[in-house]
C-alpha cells in the first residue's frame, strides 16, 4: 500500500470477454444498450440443453425434443465449445434463423451459450443476435457449463449496469431446482 490508505485497481478490457449479456446496441445502432437490458430475462427457470457434438446451424426439429417437456422461457445450449478451457474454439453449433424464430414464438426471452456467440464464428450478418433482439430476447454468451449437466435450474446473472455500451459483463449462478 505504499503508505496509501486504500489499494485501487484498474481494468481495462471488452465487455465481451468471459460470460456478459449482449445488448442489442452491439449489432445496430440506435437500439438499447446495456444499461437498458430488463433483469426479469436474466432471473429464473433456464432449460439447460445438451447439443454438444453438434456443428453447424441447429434446426428447431433438432432442438425441440430437448426442451418439450418444459415451459421455457430461457434456454441455454451446452455447446462444449468454450473459452473456459482457455483456448478460443475453432468452430460450434448455433440456432438457424428459423429456430430462433420458432424459440421466439414459444416464449423464449433469454438465449444462452457457453460458446462465444449465439451466431456462427464466421458471421458478419449476426442473423440470430438480431432475430433475438427484435423478437423482444437478450443473449448470454460465454457462460462456463464444463460441469453442469442438463436439466432445468434456477438462474442468476444480472448484467452489470454500464451506461450505453454494446455488452455487459455477468456473474452467471445455477442453483438447483430439488
Known sequence: MDGSS??????????HVGTHAD?????????????????????GPVVIADVSGQSGELEFNYIEPL????RVERLILKTGCTVATGA??????????SCARSLLGLGVKLLGVDAPSV?????????????????????????DLRRIPADVY???????KIMSVDAAPVRA??????
Open 173 to 178: 449462478v445455477l442453483a438447483s431446482r430439488a
Open 23 to 43: 445488448a442489442p446496441m452491439h449489432v445496430r445502432d440506435g437500439w438499447p444498450g446495456s444499461h437498458e437490458l430488463p433483469l426479469d430475462a436474466f432471473y
Open 154 to 160: 434456477d438462474l442468476i446473472a444480472f448484467p452489470i
Open 6 to 15: 486504500v489499494n485501487l485497481s484498474t481494468i481495462t478490457s471488452s465487455p
Open 67 to 70: 426442451i418439450s417437456a418444459h
Open 88 to 97: 478460443f474454439p475453432e468452430d460450434w453449433p448455433s440456432l438457424s434463423e
Open 119 to 143: 451466431d456462427q464464428r464466421e458471421s458478419k450478418t449476426l442473423p440470430v443476435h438480431k432475430m433475438l433482439f427484435q423478437g423482444g430476447a437478450f443473449i448470454l454468451e460465454n457462460l
